[in-house]
């Protein structure tokens, strides 16, 4: 981080991760759409038998046609889905330097770089994925996220203030600039954008966990335990509970150091 909050404040990887460990009840990663939804289409590791025979099949289809970039892309971002970052990376940049003008390959290798912590790079390779002329608000929201990991979030909120301007009222967006809000410690304001988002998408679980966080900092427990338990079995809700209760205790550990 280039840049620290004030005393008062958790600093920005903190809080990242805490509304991760919240929205994944505690299965904690660094996946920076994982935190935000900034990203888009990632999904937790697929359970299911047929999870390794498809990413087989998947890595023999790219083995064999390697400069095929909707190959490349799929390939990358099933490694992506599956944990493997470095593996993405590598993957897709190697299809961006064959095809240095594919604005989704480009994204895909810009969503792979901020996965794997490398923000800054993240936000120059996004910044290519798209023109002032024909603007993405996805990755308009993605920008934002990388600039909010580098401390730069009054910069973030004029790339997110952007993306609003192309889908108002986007859940996913707000959510972004709420948790913004909250990284400079501006909790009200934080709590009006995050409850307009909520009111868009109630089931979104980081929304809730956003919200949820910004309420508990603000001193408002029983209120942020309500909603991370809203619509969850009792088991899966206390876990909730005790992640947010957890959180809120390194918080104000931090904040008397």
Known sequence: ?????????????????????????????????????????????????????EMDALRERYRAKPSDPAIALEYGKALRDSGQRAQAVAVLEQAVLAHPSNKALLAGYGRALADSGNFQQAFDVLSRA?????????????????????????EAQQYYAAALKIVPNEPTVLSNLGLSYMLQNNLPKAEQVLGRAYQRNQNDARVRANLALVLGLQGREAEAEILVKADLPPDQAAAKVTALRQLLAKKQQRADK
Do not use: Y
């Open 130 to 154: 798209h023109t002032p002329e024909d603007p993405d608000w996805r990755i308009l929201s993605a920008q934002g996220a990388a600039l909010d990991q580098l401390g730069r979030n009054e």
């Open 1 to 53: 981080m280039s840049k620290r909050l004030s005393l008062a404040s958790p600093p920005a990887r903190f809080l990242w991760s805490a509304v991760l460990i919240l929205a994944l009840g505690g299965c904690q990663t660094t996946g920076l759409e994982d935190v935000t939804g900034a990203l888009g289409g990632k999904q937790e590791p697929a359970a299911n038998a047929n999870a390794r025979p």
